[in-house]
């Protein structure tokens, strides 16, 4: 996935998260971020990353904003590995 197309994903999913009203709080409160610090991290790629970070961490959420998007499951790993800080880990 291009960076431009995996920007665009992740701030549909910040909009798709900044609507749940029970996962919010869980991020805000996990974050750290304010309604400030949402509204600026839409234009930062290192901030949309750790959004679909904090998506990921559940199989439900990434589900249920897929499902709501209209975007196959997969669409948030390729759209983080895009972003700043996703490249995938390699120990050997």
Same mark, same amino acid.
């Given at each position: 996935m291009e960076r431009n197309a995996a920007e665009i994903f992740a701030t549909?999913? %910040?909009?798709? &998260?900044?609507?749940?009203d029970e996962i919010l709080p869980v991020f805000m409160g996990a974050s @750290? !971020?304010?309604?400030?610090d949402l509204r600026h991290g839409a234009a930062d790629p290192a901030f949309l990353g750790?959004? %679909?970070?904090? &998506?990921?961490?559940?199989?439900?959420w990434v589900i249920a904003c897929c499902d709501d998007l @209209? !975007?196959?499951?997969?669409?948030p790993q390729?759209?983080?590995?895009?972003?700043p800080g996703g490249a995938e880990m390699h120990w050997t």
């Open positions: 549909r999913a %910040l909009g798709w &998260l900044a609507a749940q @750290g !971020a304010s309604a400030e750790a959004v %679909l970070d904090f &998506l990921m961490m559940d199989d439900a @209209g !975007a196959p499951y997969t669409q390729a759209a983080r590995a895009a972003l």
